[in-house]
């Protein structure tokens, strides 16, 4: 095979698939074994498979195709980019325009002073940098001491063995050699799984002050700085109780640390406005941007900077940079893309159209026998799994058996919703119209009662005791 075909039968296609390509986060008997869905065209929030099926992307990819498949502004933005200048890199003095007018474009559109841009070629690489550059901001301080940085169990910061450390995946952190030195994790604000008796108000304050504990523990003196999603995506969208944030933006005030907003997610329309940050009141030093910042169009991610960080870090030189940093055609992209989020309204459809309506919608999902929890933020939700609602109770069967069921009931008709454990997941394309949302519900309703039947015949209705 040496040329992309659609052509092949989809057998084929899947046999030289499990023959040769490894997946990320893919069990590799299984995907011999059944062979992996052959994705082969995408328009607005649809996708086709190698089979003709057409299938409702609730995921919007992996939490990035914020306007939708097969625009063609992009199209035209990467293949003019490609002629004029396919390729320069931004080390040892040099620029170009798509990287110059993307930060200026970033600067603009982050709160605050987050005026600054240090490129990536994704999210993964936009954390590593982070790393590197708390601890070298606060060595340039003359704080060299200051190296920990606090995140959180079950945090998702991207897979390479830096951004990896970052985040809290136990079943991460246990291959390869992770987590790297001088990270430490705390707990999530998860109240569903965690919270026991407390309220979700006591239990937010709760989780957010082991940050101030951890400080004292570890020495401010020791601490570099905090990360953390706004809204846990990866982990299962975790909506933190509302006393969390404000708690956890009064520790960062109060002691030296730096606050770091991995907004990859959130970022870009989300959460209906630009940033988590301004949806969730957060004051971050830095930003991590990646996913959406493209639409996932082409990958690219960086981390967007206070004036503060980027003059110290600006005093020396920052020994760090990717080939791709600002990668002249991805940024081109990038800008096509933040074009379209802007003149098209995108945020203020999320926000007072789309989200709103699909809100309302999803809590009744909260009506059926198996879910518990059913929440959103903007346009990106979840629900819980549960034998019983009233006690938050997990089933007895290995975590996450269930939600595998779910997700298969939900692709056999045709929508994409990802499990996370034994919570289903929803991120879709800010563009869904409310047609496209009752469509979503009704599927998603329709794999639920298949999910209920299916685990009644199997005997895993069962509460964990
Ligand atoms: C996906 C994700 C990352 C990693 O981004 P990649 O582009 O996959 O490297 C980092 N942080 C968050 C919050 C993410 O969801």
């Known amino acids: 095979m040496n040329a992309i075909t659609n052509h092949l039968p989809t057998a084929e296609l899947q046999a030289l698939d499990a023959a040769h390509h490894m997946h990320p986060f893919t069990a590799g008997g299984e995907l011999a074994e059944k062979g992996a869905r052959v994705i082969t065209r995408a328009k607005g929030v649809t996708l086709t498979d190698s089979e003709g099926n057409e299938i409702l992307d609730g995921m919007a990819g992996l939490w990035c195709v914020n306007i939708g498949y097969g625009r063609e502004e992009l199209a035209e933005a990467a293949a003019r980019q490609i002629r004029e200048l396919p390729y320069y890199n931004t080390f040892f003095q040099t620029t170009h ?6 930060a200026n474009k970033l600067a603009e559109l982050a ?16 954390n590593d940098t982070n790393i590197r550059m ?50 430490h994790h705390i707990n999530q604000p998860h109240w569903w799984a965690e919270g026991g008796d407390s309220t979700p108000e006591e239990f937010g304050l709760a989780r957010a002050r082991e940050l101030e504990n951890a ?29 969390y944030w404000p708690e956890i933006q009064r520790i960062c005030d109060k002691y030296e640390i730096l ?24 004051r971050p030093d830095i930003m991590t941007v990646a996913k959406g910042l493209s639409s996932g169009y082409a990958p690219i991610g960086g981390s967007i900077v206070s ?37 098209e ?14 809100q309302e919608k999803w809590a009744t999902l909260g ?97 964990a005791s």
């Open 97 to 102: 325009v798509p990287a110059i007018a993307l």
């Open 345 to 358: 309204n995108l945020i203020e459809h999320v926000r007072d159209v789309a989200a709103p309506y699909m």
């Open 367 to 463: 009506d059926h026998p198996i879910v518990g929890d059913a929440r959103m933020v903007g346009l990106m939700g979840s629900i819980a799994l549960t034998p019983n609602k009233e006690s938050r109770a997990r089933f007895a069967a290995d975590e996450g058996s269930v939600g595998l069921i779910c997700r298969e009931r939900c692709f056999a008709n045709n929508l994409v919703m990802r499990h996370v454990g034994d919570r289903m997941v929803v991120s879709p394309p800010l563009v869904i119209t409310q047609d496209e949302i009752d469509t979503l519900i009704t599927r998603a309703k329709r794999a639920l009662d298949e999910c209920h039947a299916e685990i009644k015949e199997q005997g895993l209705l069962k509460p």
């Open 134 to 183: 708390v601890r070298t901001y606060w060595a340039m301080k003359g704080k060299p001491s200051k190296s920990i940085i606090i995140s959180r169990k079950n945090a998702y910061h991207g897979s390479s063995v830096g951004s990896g450390s970052l985040g809290g995946m136990t079943y991460m952190h246990a291959q390869g050699g992770m987590p790297i030195p001088d990270i």
């Open 307 to 343: 004036d503060e960080v980027a003059n110290v870090i600006g005093s020396g030189e920052f020994n760090h940079g990717y080939t791709y940093s600002g990668h002249p055609v991805a940024s081109a992209i990038a800008l096509e893309n933040l074009r379209i989020l802007e003149e």
């Open 111 to 126: 709160p605050g002073d987050l005026n600054h841009v240090f490129f990536a070629g994704s999210g993964s690489e936009a």
């Open 215 to 243: 400080i004292n523990e570890l020495g401010e003196d020791r601490v570099a700085a905090f990360i953390a999603e706004p809204i846990q995506g990866a982990g299962g969208v975790i909506i933190p109780p509302e006393t």
């Open 259 to 282: 606050l770091i907003a991995d907004e990859v997610i959130c970022g870009f329309g989300r959460t209906g406005n630009w940033f988590g940050s301004q949806t969730l009141g957060i």
